[in-house]
């Protein structure tokens, strides 16, 4: 009797441990489809647009500011309120062009938006160097009221583009490892 | 004792239960026109290192191992395939935009270098999905010709 108990209790710990894993693995799934919860605006449509653009470039220089501070914890807070501010946005007021690209755009940004929310550093930097690069592209069609610098540095990855709001290089790629490295390479604005 | 005893019961009736509740299938018999392999005419050595290293995850039909019939197996398997295809579906490449296939394969070059793809919980079961060194530079190199395509 004592080894038909034992080995139901085998049996038992064995599928706590899968369902252990399947907990685990849920938040990622819940994220990807996590509803943006600002959408009752109610200002006038060009606006909105401009503001949510506005909003997601707010949430882009914040973000950059975690990873300068290698600060991973914040980092992934901020990605998912960066992926959160992504889907947010609407593309309904520019032409079917600008609609196409942009909505290409928004996508892979958040995809990469929601990566940072879950991962290491490392991997934050990474996905933030694809991120730049979307939302570099979104702005060349958006456009911005701020004074933005593109900066640039040749060591990593084989050279990589960020976007900031100040001209003094603060390098959100290796942060306090290296801190000034990089140079301006174009102003927008 | 006779704590133990019905605690062993009852997890055993829960395990007996479980059984019974049924998962989604990933499976499809045929290959879509915007499949991977196909849209890019993919080497025969590397498009069967793709099948049997990714495809089970990345791709619309999986050749499920015999403990999948077996829950809370299934459930694990079912929550993993869903989450593959969601970062990555090799059949639905070519509806992918060359922004976003840039991203995949940017992706797919870094997890495989690093050895975080294939899954260690995947080659614990399939040892013939682990790539050796050559054919993870085979691989590698043909991922970084597509993604220098598309540059």
């Known amino acids: 009797m004592s080894t038909m108990a034992l080995a139901a209790t085998m049996i038992l710990t064995a599928s706590c441990k899968d369902g252990n894993k399947e ?14 919860m600002d959408d009752k605006d109610d200002m006038a449509m060009s606006d909105n647009q ?8 707010n949430d882009y220089f914040n973000l950059k500011d975690a990873l300068v501070n290698d600060d991973n914890g914040k980092a992934k807070e901020l990605g998912n309120t960066l992926a959160k501010s992504l889907k947010a946005f609407d593309a309904s007021n520019y032409s079917d062009n600008e609609q196409s690209e ?8 958040t995809e990469h938006a929601e990566h940072i929310g879950e991962s290491d550093i490392k991997h934050q930097r990474e996905h933030f160097k694809i991120l730049s690069k979307d939302v570099t592209d979104m702005v060349a069609i958006t456009g911005t009221d701020k004074k933005l610098y593109e900066q640039f540095c040749p060591m ?10 100040k001209e003094e290089v603060r390098n959100p790629y290796y942060g306090s490892q290296m801190l000034k490295c990089g140079k301006v390479q174009r102003e927008i604005n | 004792m006779k704590v133990l005893k019905i605690i062993a019961w009852i997890a055993l009736g829960a395990l007996v239960v479980i059984q019974f ?15 991977f392999v196909l849209v890019n005419k993919v080497p025969s050595e590397i498009e069967n290192q ?10 619309n039909n999986t050749v499920y191992p015999w403990y999948s019939k077996i829950q809370p197996a299934a459930w694990f398997l079912e929550d993993h395939i869903k989450e593959g295809k969601a970062e990555l579906n090799f059949n639905e490449w070519d509806n992918y935009s060359d922004r976003r296939k840039k991203s995949k394969l940017r992706s797919i070059i870094k997890q495989i270098e690093s050895g975080e ?17 050559k054919e993870k530079e085979a691989v590698l190199n043909y991922m970084k010709t597509l993604k220098d395509d598309l540059e």
């Open chain 2, 117 to 133: 793809m294939p899954l260690d919980s995947y080659t614990l079961i399939h040892r013939d999905a682990i790539f050796s060194e």
């Open chain 1, 102 to 109: 942009l909505k290409d755009i928004i996508e892979d940004a």
């Open chain 1, 50 to 57: 401009d503001a949510k653009a506005e909003a997601i470039l």
């Open chain 2, 50 to 59: 793709l099948m049997q290293s990714c495809y089970d995850c990345h791709s």
């Open chain 1, 156 to 165: 990593y990855d084989g050279g990589t583009a960020w976007l900031s709001t």
């Open chain 1, 23 to 36: 907990e685990a693995a849920a938040p990622m799934s819940n994220e990807m489809h996590q509803e943006s």
């Open chain 2, 21 to 35: 509740f049924p998962t989604d299938k990933n499976e499809s018999y045929t290959t879509p026109e915007t499949d």
